[in-house]
């Protein structure tokens, strides 16, 4: 077992104990499955792309750009060869275009330095990445999560954590920012974990995730 995998199998067991709401969840979907991915470029790359638009879209014009991109894993170097007008080919807004050169560009001059960031702080990997045009404090929480694992980040500003934490507590109407904040305070330090099991509720009546 990774050193990942046993520190969410136990973040999972003591969430049982501490959240009566969410041990039922958890004994349902069973120990949290995260793992951090190793393409950390193309996961930002992704997270651009999938903005203000359905998953199904933010899939079909990812896949269009891998393509683009050729045999592997896109990366800076091969996002910076593709001209403006070739982003706009597979779908992608003026805008996007634009954030995905500048994401291409910040990583080439190494102001965002993404293989060094399993090294760094939080708040560190945060204020690195929100320097990106297109990136902001929910994408880094994203990154941080299902990037690199971080284990006690809580994104109170998600939808779908919003509509979890009212189908968990069986709330009348969805709770706002505050009232997630502090039910999450009783999760810590396995915010991270906890959200996932907000979003796999959710997954269990539709199969789109949060990326």
Same mark, same amino acid.
């Given at each position: 077992m990774s050193d990942h995998a046993k520190?969410? $199998?136990? $973040?999972?067991?003591?969430?049982?104990?501490?959240?009566?709401?969410?041990?039922?969840?958890i004994d349902n979907i069973g120990v949290c499955s995260l793992k951090p991915y190793r393409y950390r470029f193309a996961l930002l790359l992704r997270s651009i792309v999938s903005q203000q638009i359905s998953t199904s879209a933010a899939r079909t014009i990812y896949k269009r750009l891998h393509a683009l991109t050729g045999k592997g894993q896109p990366s800076a170097e091969k996002i910076m060869q593709l001209s403006h007008e070739e982003l706009r080919s597979v779908g992608l807004s003026a805008q996007k275009a634009n954030y995905v050169h500048h994401l291409a560009e910040m990583v080439l001059e190494k102001q965002v330095r993404l293989h060094k960031m399993h090294t760094m702080t939080d708040d560190e990997v945060t204020a690195e990445l929100v320097q990106v045009k297109g990136i902001g404090q929910w994408t880094a929480q994203?990154?941080?999560?299902?990037?690199?694992c971080r284990p006690d980040v809580f994104p109170h500003d998600d939808l779908g954590i919003q509509n979890g934490i009212?189908?968990?507590?069986e709330l009348e109407t969805r709770p706002d920012k505050?009232?997630?904040?502090?039910? $999450?305070?009783?999760? $810590?330090?396995y915010r991270t974990v906890a959200s996932w099991y907000c979003w796999r509720v959710l997954e269990m009546e539709t199969p789109d995730g949060p990326w």
């Amino acid at each position: 077992m990774s050193d990942h995998a046993k520190s969410f $199998a136990e $973040a999972s067991l003591h969430l049982r104990k501490v959240d009566p709401r969410l041990k039922p969840v958890i004994d349902n979907i069973g120990v949290c499955s995260l793992k951090p991915y190793r393409y950390r470029f193309a996961l930002l790359l992704r997270s651009i792309v999938s903005q203000q638009i359905s998953t199904s879209a933010a899939r079909t014009i990812y896949k269009r750009l891998h393509a683009l991109t050729g045999k592997g894993q896109p990366s800076a170097e091969k996002i910076m060869q593709l001209s403006h007008e070739e982003l706009r080919s597979v779908g992608l807004s003026a805008q996007k275009a634009n954030y995905v050169h500048h994401l291409a560009e910040m990583v080439l001059e190494k102001q965002v330095r993404l293989h060094k960031m399993h090294t760094m702080t939080d708040d560190e990997v945060t204020a690195e990445l929100v320097q990106v045009k297109g990136i902001g404090q929910w994408t880094a929480q994203m990154f941080l999560m299902f990037g690199l694992c971080r284990p006690d980040v809580f994104p109170h500003d998600d939808l779908g954590i919003q509509n979890g934490i009212q189908t968990i507590y069986e709330l009348e109407t969805r709770p706002d920012k505050q009232t997630c904040i502090e039910i $999450a305070e009783l999760w $810590a330090p396995y915010r991270t974990v906890a959200s996932w099991y907000c979003w796999r509720v959710l997954e269990m009546e539709t199969p789109d995730g949060p990326w």
